[in-house]
C-alpha cells in the first residue's frame, strides 16, 4: 500500500467514527455526551426561594450562589446544604420545570 492509501484509510475510519458515535447516542437517554443533542436536553436552572422561620419567603438569586452554574452538574444537594446553614431558614423551595420541590431543613 502506498503512503497515498494508508492516508485515505485513515481519514475514511476518522469520519466514520465521527459519524457513528452521535448517530448512536440518539437512540440513548438523554443528554448524553458524545452525541449531537448533549446541551439540547437540559432544563434551565430551578428558581430557589427560601422559607424562614417566621413564615416568610425570600427568593435566592443563583448568581449569588455560583459564579457560572453548568447545566450538566447537580446543584440542588449543595445549594440546599449551604441556604440550610443560614440562620433561622426552615427551608429551601426549588421551583422547576417538573414543579416544586420543598427541602426542610434539619
Known amino acids: 500500500m502506498t503512503r497515498r492509501?494508508?492516508?485515505?484509510?485513515?481519514?475514511?475510519?476518522?469520519?466514520?467514527?465521527?459519524?457513528t458515535l452521535p448517530i448512536l447516542a440518539l437512540a440513548g437517554?438523554?443528554?448524553?455526551?458524545?452525541?449531537?443533542?448533549?446541551?439540547?436536553?437540559?432544563?434551565?436552572?430551578?428558581?430557589?426561594?427560601?422559607?424562614?422561620?417566621?413564615?416568610?419567603?425570600?427568593?435566592?438569586?443563583?448568581?449569588?450562589?455560583?459564579a457560572h452554574p453548568r447545566p450538566e452538574a447537580d446543584l440542588h444537594t449543595p445549594i440546599v446544604t449551604d441556604l440550610c446553614e443560614r440562620e433561622?431558614?426552615?427551608a429551601v423551595i426549588l421551583t422547576a420545570v417538573g414543579g416544586d420541590r420543598r427541602v426542610a431543613c434539619p
Not at 427560601?50 to 425570600?58: C, F, K, T
Open 29 to 66: 437517554p438523554r443528554p448524553t455526551g458524545f452525541g449531537w443533542q448533549m446541551f439540547t436536553a437540559y432544563a434551565p436552572p430551578p428558581t430557589v426561594s427560601i422559607e424562614m422561620a417566621d413564615g416568610s419567603v425570600v427568593p435566592i438569586e443563583l448568581a449569588d450562589l455560583l
Open 5 to 19: 492509501t494508508v492516508l485515505r484509510w485513515l481519514i475514511a475510519a476518522f469520519l466514520a467514527v465521527q459519524l
Open 88 to 90: 433561622d431558614v426552615v
